[in-house]
């Protein structure tokens, strides 16, 4: 008989929108994890942009020491660094007022009192007159007048206070370099050896880079799906490309909000969101939802109610940054974030009517359409994930309840709208056995009951990648009673 992984659900309605918290200086000790998951972190995210591999080493090994013993899948995101440009390296602070002239240089050229330290000469090189130049996330703003031998002068249009290696966003300056730098190739080789289940690839401009990534993940022996951060202006005009080669997207709305115009980053949000359902791939919002967090232990209005339009938007998840990396209330944030999605999903429109194409997504769009029509329970035995991704597509009411051969396609499940990953099953090729098997476990766990009806989606050959082409409906008590169970 299979054993059940998951905790007993009875007739609880599991929350359908999962939640990602990062992990940092505040939460990445033991006790604190294990507060996060039980509170609902269904994916902790590691950012390497910060951090040691031995801190990170840690907080992997823990994540899935905790989640065994709670009985709980949690998958783990990598999010790599990418190529973030930086101010260099300069003493004490810079004040910058409206209407100063100053120079960007490369580092080695720049102990003049005017010029801003900037370690980019490639990049120097593509600056135009006209070009805006961000720093500190827009709070400075520098306009380029002229570009003459790696001197870029430019005209202080914002103000502000500067210190070193300060980010720098350039909108509409394309920027010429592998979406790897050589420490995400390092930290992708760690992840590797670590099992992480989500890859972030920061800055994603087009679905080259995603192509690019995948290359490295394929050398380096990593099943790891890819998300791909949504920051720059390219990477949203080309969205429909790169939606066909990620495994899921992210609405980073930080760099976003610097690189396009930030009143058109709600829409921005919506359009992703759902051009990402219609694709089947996750979705996932991102910067300041709770960010009062980090300090106090009750959140605004405006950030609830940017969590349940979120919610309502139809994402697969949200996540939260400093609220649980650096945040003073990180198990608060993460309690807050249920309790509003709890509440959102409360009116959420269930059962999407979507079109279909290919065989799988068509499987799933018949099944979703009969857990509707009969209230069933819909049941997913995948051996990569897809075909659940394609069944949550269709967003029932029921809790997708998901099985595979593979405990790693369950912890990256663990992102999916509405997917409950439940147990790794034996490689059994005998598929009136293995229903039998699924529906006695279920059974003793609760998670589903004897005057139920449940809807399985499955293949002729169970554990064989691509097979997806059965449903069946299945009365409990009926099942049981005819001694097949």
Same mark, same amino acid.
């Given at each position: 008989?299979?054993?059940?992984?998951?905790?007993?659900?009875?007739?609880?309605?599991?929350?359908?929108?999962?939640?990602?918290?990062?992990?940092?200086?505040?939460?990445?000790?033991?006790?604190?994890?294990?507060?996060?998951?039980?509170?609902?972190?269904?994916?902790?995210?590691?950012?390497?942009?910060?951090?040691?591999?031995?801190?990170?080493?840690?907080?992997?090994?823990?994540?899935?020491?905790?989640?065994?013993?709670?009985?709980?899948?949690?998958?783990?995101?990598?999010?790599?660094?990418?190529?973030?440009?930086?101010?260099?390296?300069?003493?004490?602070?810079?004040?910058?007022?409206?209407?100063?002239?100053?120079?960007?240089?490369?580092?080695?050229?720049?102990?003049?009192?005017?010029?801003?330290? %900037?370690?980019?000469?490639?990049?120097?090189?593509?600056?135009?007159?006209?070009?805006?130049?961000?720093?500190?996330?827009?709070?400075?703003?520098?306009?380029?007048?002229?570009?003459?031998?790696?001197?870029?002068?430019?005209?202080?249009?914002?103000?502000?206070?500067?210190?070193?290696?300060?980010?720098?966003?350039?909108?509409?300056?394309?920027?010429?370099?592998?979406?790897?730098?050589?420490?995400?190739?390092?930290?992708?080789?760690?992840?590797?050896?670590?099992?992480?289940?989500?890859?972030?690839?920061? %800055?994603?401009?087009?679905?080259?880079?995603?192509?690019?990534?995948?290359?490295?993940?394929?050398?380096?022996?990593?099943?790891?799906?890819?998300?791909?951060?949504?920051?720059?202006?390219?990477?949203?005009?080309?969205?429909?490309?790169?939606?066909?080669?990620?495994? @899921?997207?992210?609405?980073?709305?930080?760099?976003?909000?610097?690189?396009?115009?930030?009143?058109?980053?709600?829409?921005?949000?919506?359009?992703?969101?759902?051009?990402?359902?219609?694709?089947?791939?996750?979705?996932?919002?991102?910067?300041?939802? *709770?960010?009062?967090?980090?300090?106090?232990?009750?959140?605004?209005?405006?950030?609830?109610?940017?969590?349940?339009?979120?919610?309502?938007?139809?994402?697969?998840?949200?996540?939260?940054?400093?609220?649980?990396?650096?945040?003073?209330?990180?198990?608060?944030?993460?309690?807050?974030?249920?309790?509003?999605?709890?509440?959102?999903?409360?009116?959420?429109?269930?059962?999407?009517?979507?079109?279909?194409?290919?065989?799988?997504?068509?499987?799933?769009?018949?099944?979703?359409?009969?857990?509707?029509?009969?209230?069933?329970?819909?049941?997913?035995?995948?051996?990569?994930?897809?075909?659940? %991704?394609? !069944?949550?597509?269709?967003?029932?009411?029921?809790?997708?309840?998901?099985?595979?051969?593979?405990?790693?396609?369950?912890?990256?499940?663990?992102? @999916?709208?509405?997917?409950?990953?439940?147990?790794?099953?034996?490689?059994?090729?005998?598929?009136?056995?293995? !229903?039998?098997?699924?529906?006695?476990?279920? *059974?003793?766990?609760?998670?589903?009951?004897?005057?139920?009806?449940?809807?399985?989606?499955?293949?002729? *050959?169970?554990?064989?990648?691509?097979?997806?082409?059965?449903?069946?409906?299945?009365?409990?008590?009926?099942?049981?009673?005819?001694?097949?169970?």
């Amino acid at each position: 008989m299979v054993r059940i992984f998951g905790r007993p659900l009875g007739k609880r309605v599991v929350r359908k929108t999962k939640i990602i918290a990062t992990i940092g200086p505040t939460s990445r000790e033991p006790e604190v994890l294990e507060q996060l998951i039980s509170a609902g972190m269904d994916c902790a995210r590691l950012n390497f942009s910060h951090g040691t591999l031995k801190e990170h080493g840690a907080v992997i090994a823990n994540i899935r020491r905790i989640s065994k013993e709670q009985g709980k899948n949690v998958a783990i995101l990598q999010d790599l660094g990418g190529i973030k440009l930086r101010l260099g390296e300069f003493e004490g602070l810079r004040q910058l007022f409206r209407g100063d002239a100053v120079s960007l240089m490369p580092e080695d050229d720049s102990s003049r009192a005017d010029v801003i330290p %900037f370690p980019h000469p490639d990049i120097l090189l593509s600056l135009r007159p006209g070009n805006q130049v961000f720093i500190a996330d827009g709070t400075v703003r520098l306009e380029v007048t002229d570009n003459q031998d790696m001197e870029v002068k430019t005209l202080v249009r914002n103000g502000g206070i500067l210190s070193s290696h300060k980010g720098v966003n350039l909108p509409g300056v394309p920027i010429d370099q592998p979406v790897l730098t050589p420490d995400d190739e390092a930290a992708l080789q760690f992840g590797a050896e670590k099992g992480v289940d989500w890859v972030a690839v920061s %800055f994603v401009r087009t679905a080259g880079d995603i192509h690019y990534t995948r290359e490295h993940l394929e050398r380096v022996g990593s099943g790891a799906l890819v998300m791909a951060k949504l920051e720059r202006g390219e990477g949203i005009d080309n969205i429909d490309e790169i939606l066909e080669q990620v495994d @899921g997207v992210m609405v980073a709305r930080g760099d976003m909000g610097v690189e396009i115009p930030m009143e058109r980053v709600p829409i921005v949000q919506k359009e992703v969101v759902s051009k990402s359902n219609q694709a089947a791939k996750i979705s996932v919002i991102a910067t300041q939802m *709770l960010a009062s967090m980090v300090t106090s232990p009750i959140p605004t209005r405006a950030e609830v109610s940017d969590i349940t339009n979120a919610v309502l938007d139809g994402s697969d998840a949200i996540m939260l940054s400093d609220e649980t990396a650096v945040g003073r209330y990180p198990v608060e944030a993460v309690q807050m974030a249920e309790a509003t999605i709890r509440e959102a999903e409360k009116v959420y429109s269930y059962h999407k009517d979507l079109g279909s194409r290919g065989r799988t997504q068509a499987i799933a769009s018949a099944a979703g359409r009969l857990v509707r029509s009969l209230g069933s329970k819909p049941i997913v035995i995948t051996s990569t994930g897809r075909a659940a %991704f394609e !069944v949550s597509r269709y967003r029932p009411d029921q809790d997708i309840l998901v099985f595979s051969h593979d405990e790693a396609v369950l912890r990256r499940l663990s992102l @999916g709208w509405g997917l409950y990953p439940v147990d790794v099953i034996p490689p059994e090729r005998d598929v009136a056995r293995l !229903v039998s098997m699924l529906i006695q476990g279920a *059974l003793d766990s609760n998670l589903v009951a004897e005057d139920d009806v449940v809807t399985i989606v499955h293949g002729y *050959l169970p554990g064989v990648s691509g097979t997806t082409n059965t449903i069946q409906v299945l009365d409990v008590k009926e099942f049981l009673s005819s001694g097949l169970a």
